[in-house]
């Protein structure tokens, strides 16, 4: 008896009860309504066995009793067993309705986990939303500084651009045709052959100008 495996889950000991008591428990599909006060026979019949204690036989059935197949056979017209498979009675009307609540509560606990959960996913699809639309509104203020720098080249273009050095015009000489026009010591140009040349009035004659 030392040398038995230890059951550690309340699962785990379900499994047992359905293989050792096929005619009463059920490891899957649906369950039939078990014979009142079937604890005590229990203990009786596996008291000891793969060291099960009292306290994890109870919160074996409490499991058993409260999950969705065991409610949904306990209906109008359902009979009770005992540990081989025995009818025990019919089911009460009271216990058929108390079933029911209890599945029906059962069934708006699991709808209320979902909703929480999608509204739990839709609020962190929306905050990771605003996460990836952040960098792109961040770039939004870009095109109003690409015309602020345009309004700053504006007074580039207008800066006055530099003249090309204008060529000097060529002096131009009108000549002399009347002597009473010069005086002494002023300047003027005196042509030989085609070539003009510097000179300076020094006297002035009825007959010429030296």
Known sequence: MENQPKLNSSK???AFLAERFPHCFSAE???????????QDLVE?????????KTQLRSALRLYTSSWRYLY?????????????????ELEEQHVEHARKQLEEAKARVQ?????????????????????DAP??????????????????????????????????????TPVSDISVLTVGQS??????????DATVLEITKDGVR
Request: proline residues 8%; hydrophobic residues 30%; contains cysteine.
């Open 12 to 14: 785990e000991v379900i």
């Open 29 to 39: 599909g649906e369950a039939r309504p078990l014979k009142i006060g079937i604890f």
């Open 45 to 53: 019949r596996v008291g000891g066995e793969m060291n099960l204690s």
């Open 73 to 89: 056979g306990v209906k109008p017209g359902a009979t009770r067993v005992d540990l081989d498979g025995n009818p025990c009675g």
């Open 112 to 132: 209320a986990q979902r909703a929480e959960q999608q509204a739990k996913k839709r609020e962190a699809a929306a905050a990771a939303g605003e996460k990836e």
């Open 136 to 173: 792109r509104r961040e770039r939004k203020p870009r095109p109003v500084a690409r015309r602020k720098e345009g309004a700053e080249r504006k007074p580039r273009a207008d800066k006055p651009t530099t003249k090309a050095p204008r060529a000097p015009r060529e002096e131009k000489h």
């Open 188 to 197: 003027l140009k005196v042509k030989a052959g085609n070539n003009a040349m």
